[in-house]
């Protein structure tokens, strides 16, 4: 379909479906783009306390929450400490979970069933892995938790972030291509931020152009959604890089400029939703 016939979703989480860290500002790992620094803007309940804030969020007009936080010492995010407490949100509420898990494993199963999608960050090669994340995990590692969710019929959504590797633009088209393979309705495409307190702050910017040639290879191979997710450069590098994915046939793009926005109706039938771009 060309795509200017296709709707373009626009996902503004904001208010409406905050960002929630189970983990407080803590993480056991410190990698090299994100040092802990992405936690400090997640809302932050204690744990008795993140039932009555999904209630409050639904009273106020909120639709759901991103459950997510920094990793433990097993790698997971640890969300299956909280069992009791999504089960009470979701017999209590309508909202709907998204979550971000670590490395989970079959032990998991029982939680996961209270969430709506699972968002995991995805990665093709081997040698990023140990240089950004700085684990002992393999590809292999990432695919086996594909495997386990999809074989589960727990909907996930692998996040793919363009120029995790310092900068640099090679292992994005392996992991497109292997995700191929598995029954999965939307890929979440981010791009690195070179962001300050980082090992990563004086990296460069990817480029939008060669950015974009990722965003027409996942369009091109993956039959399912395209989505830009939250994570990518502001500014005058977001504005050209939001143009050429609308014109490349993204089926949804979050939080673009406003001036994106107006234009993007102009080319396309848009809907606005002020949701996780993965629901």
Sequence with gaps: MEA?????????????????????????????????????????????????????????????????????????????????ELREIKRRTNLKLNAHVGFIDESDLEWLKYVDVVSLDFVGD????????????????????????????????PHITIGLDFGRIHWEYRAIDLLTQYPIDVLVL???????????????????????????????RFDGEISIGCMRPLGRWRLEFDRGAVLAGVDRLTNPPRKIIEWAKTVREVEIIYECCVM
């Design 4 to 84: 200017e016939k296709k709707k373009l979703k626009i996902y503004i989480p904001g208010i409406k479906f905050p960002s929630v860290s189970l983990t407080g500002s803590y993480c056991a790992l410190n990698c090299a783009h994100c040092g802990r620094h992405y936690l400090e803007g997640m809302k932050k309940p204690r744990k008795r306390e993140l039932v009555d804030f999904c209630l409050d969020l639904e009273r106020s007009g909120g639709l759901g929450c991103l459950l997510s936080g920094g990793m433990d010492s097993r790698l997971k995010v640890p969300i299956d400490k909280y069992a009791d």
């Design 126 to 157: 081997d040698d990023v892995i140990r240089r950004v994340y700085k684990i002992d995990k393999t590809v292999e590692d990432y695919l086996r938790i594909v495997e386990l969710l999809t074989e589960n019929e727990i909907r996930v959504a």
């Design 190 to 220: 981010d791009v690195l931020i070179p962001t300050k307190g980082t090992e990563m702050e004086s990296v460069p910017k990817p480029g939008v152009e060669e950015s974009l040639k990722v965003v027409k290879y996942a369009r091109e």
